[in-house]
């Protein structure tokens, strides 16, 4: 099978792969997965290439208490490695919530997978879920890209998204680590980064974007004007014809280029010497004409 034939294919079997991850469940109701089942926690390790790593505090204690009170709803998606372990897949929040949680033993939905297969079910996961900031969703796909040689089209079509959005969330990579931690703290939007990401200094008007607290418009606005191109200086008005005879016939009569810069009022007429001779020859032209 041809790995584009692969490729398709899974963008289509994911959901059965991993179960129907992507639909919303309430507390109330029945597991929308069931677990094939349970395992020591202590026997799940974390998968070191998941796209998502940031983890917000708050929202891992909410979650740790909603485990207290009714159990995991959602089953751990893991595949097995050495020794009876397990890495996960998708649901690294769960199981670290379950952690707090003090929880002894998690439901999992075992799936035998390589590498790419992992990564890519674990980004489509949370993609769908909208967990990933725009810079962890720009990291997964770059190491897609990188690592098994997807190209933008075969990421949109298995995430479901344009190869556009592909394109710029990777544009989003460009940008200065001082303006992508902005962008992973939610101090920017993915809007706003994307307008000042060609602009000549980023981490300017993404602080004042912050500091004003600039709608993603405003951001464009201040794009826009960033691209203009600088007026150009305005050329040195032309000399007239008297002006022109007379720098040459100086220039003659001194063997030194003379320059006139004449203007209503007043003006300069500039001499220029290249040695220390000829300095001394128009001083001594100088002095003889006061006698």
């Not at 949680?101 to 297969?117: F, H, M, S, Y």
């Amino acid at each position: 099978m041809s790995d584009e034939t692969s490729k398709k294919r899974l963008g289509r079997g994911l959901a059965a792969l991993i179960g129907e991850m992507d639909q919303p469940y309430d507390v109330q109701d029945k597991p929308v997965s069931v677990a094939d089942q349970h395992v020591p926690i202590e026997f799940v390790d974390r998968n070191p290439n998941n796209p998502r790593r940031q983890f917000d505090e708050g929202d891992l204690e909410d979650l740790a208490r909603s485990i207290n009170q009714h159990g995991i709803v959602q089953p751990v998606v893991v595949r097995p490695v050495n020794e009876g372990r397990f890495e996960i897949i998708a649901g690294e929040r769960r199981w670290r919530a379950a952690q707090r949680a003090g929880l002894v033993e998690i439901p999992v939905l075992v799936r035998d997978v390589d590498d790419r297969t992992a990564l890519e079910i674990s980004i489509v996961e949370n993609v769908q879920r909208s967990d990933l900031n725009p810079v962890d969703e720009a990291l997964g796909y770059e190491q897609l890209i990188a690592e098994h040689g997807y190209t933008q089209n075969d990421l949109g079509d298995i995430i479901g998204k344009s190869r556009s959005h592909v394109a710029n969330s990777l544009r989003l990579l460009k940008l200065p680590e001082s303006v992508r931690d902005m962008l992973s703290d939610g101090k920017l939007t993915a809007g706003h980064a994307r307008a000042i990401v060609s602009t000549t200094d980023p981490v300017k008007y993404a602080k004042q974007i912050v500091a004003k607290g600039m709608s993603v418009r405003d951001a464009e606005r201040l794009a826009q004007k960033d691209s203009q191109p600088a007026s150009q200086p305005k050329p040195p008005p032309q000399k007239d014809a008297d002006t022109l005879a007379l720098e040459k016939m100086l220039t003659d009569n001194l063997g030194l280029k003379v320059t006139i810069n004449h203007r209503d009022g007043g003006g300069q007429v500039r001499v220029e010497y290249r040695s220390l001779e000829q300095l001394d020859e128009l001083c001594r032209l100088l002095q003889a004409t006061r006698h």
